[in-house]
């Protein structure tokens, strides 16, 4: 009797630690998925279409990590239906396909109710680059379409360098130019924190960069003010910022301006 009480309670301890025995039982919970390498941050992708060749739009924007699903907020250029300002919100998931590589797949909802389907991947591995194909689908606005899909992701933080050629003649030379990005916003707009010397023109030389900046990939708007106690100056540079395996480039124009001191020209940045 005393060892058939034993083998009962040991027993009853094992269906303790099993969940139950016989009265049905709980899956264990599996472990948590390993999040894939992504870049957060700004991107922007081009789509050529296969349908209607020659026919080609821009988005730009936020993508943001979180385990492995994407969210973030978008703007297109080069569709008629809606202004680049419109905010297009952006889903998406990380994954490997059948051949090994890491997959990107993005869902824009875009006004109108169509939906924009793009299936990328990171080509030979560079994780700061996608391509792939794109598929416009549903009734509205835009066309249905399909194409092709490259696109990177663009950051302009790092050590800079480079040069402000004034219409007059007079080339500035940039250096300890340090920038540090910052945001998105609720659009997906990115800005950036920071300091620069501007050397042989302009009309001032010590620079901080203005929070006003918008950092988009093309068509971003660098402000630098005067970085002296007491003054108003500032220096607004309009134009393309672009990265690819070998670092990133800001070329574009530029307007400084400080009291009586007024000087317009094209400017070209890059990280040293």
Request: proline share 4%; with cysteine; hydrophobic share 35%.
């Amino acid at each position: 009797m005393r060892r058939s009480g034993l083998v009962l309670v040991f027993t009853g301890v094992i269906c303790l630690g099993l969940a139950g025995c016989g009265g049905g039982s709980s899956a264990m919970p599996g472990p948590t998925p390993t999040p894939i390498t992504f870049f957060s941050g700004l991107y922007e992708i081009n789509e050529a279409s296969a349908v209607n060749p020659g026919t080609n739009f821009t988005l730009q924007g936020s993508l943001l990590q979180s385990g492995n699903n994407l969210s973030g907020v978008m703007h297109a250029s080069g569709l008629s239906c809606f202004s680049f300002n419109t905010d297009i919100p952006v889903s998406g998931k990380l994954g490997i396909d059948n051949t090994g590589n890491f997959s990107v797949d993005l869902l824009l909802s875009l006004p109108g109710g169509q939906t924009l389907s793009l299936n990328t991947i990171h080509p030979f591995g560079h994780l700061g680059f996608i391509s792939g194909t794109y598929s416009l689908a549903g009734a509205g606005c835009s066309a249905p379409d399909q194409g092709n899909v490259v696109g990177e992701s663009v950051s302009i933080g790092g050590s800079w360098m480079g040069h402000f050629n004034s219409s007059g003649g007079v080339v500035s030379q940039v250096t300890n130019m340090t920038l540090t990005e910052t945001g998105p916003d609720a659009h997906g707009f990115f800005s950036a924190t920071g300091t620069a010397t501007i050397t042989g023109g302009t009309c001032f030389s010590s620079a901080i960069v203005d929070p006003a900046s918008v950092i988009i990939g093309t068509g971003s708007t660098l402000v630098f003010d005067n970085a002296q106690p007491g003054t108003t100056g500032k220096t607004v540079v309009h134009g393309d910022l672009q990265c690819g395996l070998f670092g990133c480039n800001f070329n574009g124009t530029y307007i400084s301006t400080q009291g009586t001191c007024s000087e317009t020209g094209t400017v070209t940045l890059f990280i040293g």
